[in-house]
């Protein structure tokens, strides 16, 4: 697969932040001036600030165990380098930023920092400049303008601002360019918060606006909250929540208070809702339905963001209510949680996590599915397998010969850059993952 040409109008140029909106005109007013030049399209489609706190990149890069960008992709550069820190450090190796690896790079680049104070300021200073670039499957579908807050460690010294211009495509007539604008904005997290307000006045009246958030949600934060007030969407992606219970508590509250909110881990459980629903789409099965009260989610350990969503999910089309929550300790960190049918039948569902040698790109990716009956007459079983890990646990429980058993395929991509791309083709409200989530919101509310 190739990538995508690119022409630049202008590479990456340092300015003051008062200085970006003429500095922008200038290079378009300098690209359309000469006749022999295409003519070049400015961002026409949407605005899309994103906020970049990949903490974690940062602090390995400075430990010395990465020197890939700063890019929120957790691709196999970034868990190869969370493995070498974590056999260093004597922890579990999982690849996975979980909270006790973060916690203790934070204690360790601290250490080193009163140490070598002013040669890890230097490094970290480099390590933060290397920069950020846009996937081709966002930028190369229209023109934009996308406005990236790049959080720094270290000294706050102020924000700095880049401005630059690049043409992913050239339609075949080679006389008009279409074009995205990219401002970068630099600073501490403290400093970044203080220019809230401009970034807010960089984004294009009259056009859709969107915010990615490539961290947890938080409320509390101003930055935050002043972006979600003033786009049209703010997306997230609930496969690097390091606890999706307690975040998507906070969704649900942002929800309520009408902000619009989209979680791209939801659309990889798409392939998962439409086999289920295609199993129980013959009428006999479908009426045996209302007979399911056994349930069981195996996913990826680490990550129990996508089996809380799809039981909220299918919770929500079934009309089954939350009763009680319980964990179990033990190697599956099994949930355990009951809920009460339109009937009056009670349901039991199980969660799991499922320990793999090789951990998905994916943290918490479904692995299998079981829905069962305690009445043996009822024809409702059915297993879902992944395509990739199968469901041998479901299997050995002895059922397999009275279920209906499917093959799971994943989506072609389920990358973060490829599924936001999706998502800003369809920016409306998705009140199927709203009343979705509002459900796993009701399940999540009665832990302890």
């Known amino acids: 697969m190739t990538a995508t040409p690119i ?7 340092d300015i003051s932040l008062g200085e970006i909106e003429a500095e922008l005109s200038k290079i378009w007013l300098s690209q359309n001036s000469g006749k022999a030049s295409p003519v070049a399209t400015r961002a026409a489609t949407f605005s899309m600030a994103i906020y970049e706190p990949e903490e974690f990149q940062q602090l390995l890069g400075a430990l010395g165990f990465y020197d890939g960008p700063i890019d929120s992709i957790h691709g196999p550069k970034t868990k190869a380098a969370v493995k070498q820190a974590q056999k260093a450090y004597g922890l579990r190796e999982t690849g996975l930023v979980n909270p006790e690896t ?23 200073s480099n390590l933060n400049m290397r920069g950020f670039s846009i996937s081709d499957a966002i930028a190369s579908q229209n023109p934009c303008r996308i406005i990236t807050l790049f959080p720094e460690l270290g000294e706050d010294r102020g924000v ?15 006389t008009s360019l279409v074009c995205c604008e990219y401002i970068t904005l630099r600073g501490t997290k403290e400093a970044l918060e203080r220019v809230s307000e401009t970034v ?53 509250e942002l929800i309520e208070s009408q902000t619009y909110v989209a979680d791209l881990n939801w659309h990889r459980l798409s392939a998962w809702q439409e086999l289920t629903a295609a199993t129980f789409d013959p009428p006999e099965r479908r009426a045996a339905l209302v007979e399911v009260d056994r349930m069981t989610i195996d996913y990826q350990k680490g990550n129990t963001a996508q089996a809380l969503m799809f039981l909220g999910w299918l919770a929500s089309r079934l009309d089954w209510k939350p009763v009680s929550y319980s964990e179990e300790a033990g190697d599956y960190d099994i949930i355990h949680i009951k809920l009460m049918g339109s009937q009056g039948r009670a349901i039991e569902a199980e969660l799991a996590g499922i320990p793999t040698a090789d951990w998905g790109e994916i943290p918490g990716d479904m692995v299998g599915l079981l829905l069962a009956s305690t009445n043996t007459d009822a024809d409702c079983c059915a297993i879902l397998c992944s395509e990739t890990i199968g469901c041998m646990r479901m299997e050995a429980g002895g059922t397999a010969q009275k279920c209906r058993t499917e093959q799971v395929t994943p989506l072609s991509n389920q990358k973060a850059e490829s599924l936001m791309s999706q998502q800003l083709e369809r920016w409306g409200r998705d009140m199927l993952y709203e009343e979705s989530l509002a459900v796993t919101a009701q399940i999540l509310k009665l832990r302890n």
């Open 7 to 13: 022409v630049a109008l202008q590479k990456p140029k």
């Open 102 to 124: 973060l916690a203790l790079l934070r204690d360790k680049f601290a250490q080193q920092s009163s140490d070598f104070s002013g040669t890890v300021d230097t490094e970290v």
């Open 160 to 174: 700095t601002a880049q401005v630059s211009a690049y043409c992913p495509i050239q339609k075949s007539s080679n």
């Open 200 to 252: 807010s006045s960089l984004m294009i009246p009259d056009l859709p606006k969107f915010v990615w958030w490539k961290a947890t949600p938080n409320p509390e934060q101003p930055l935050f909250g002043h972006l979600a007030e003033t786009s049209n969407c703010i997306v997230m992606d609930s496969c690097y929540f390091s606890d999706p219970a307690a975040e998507f508590l906070k969704m649900q």
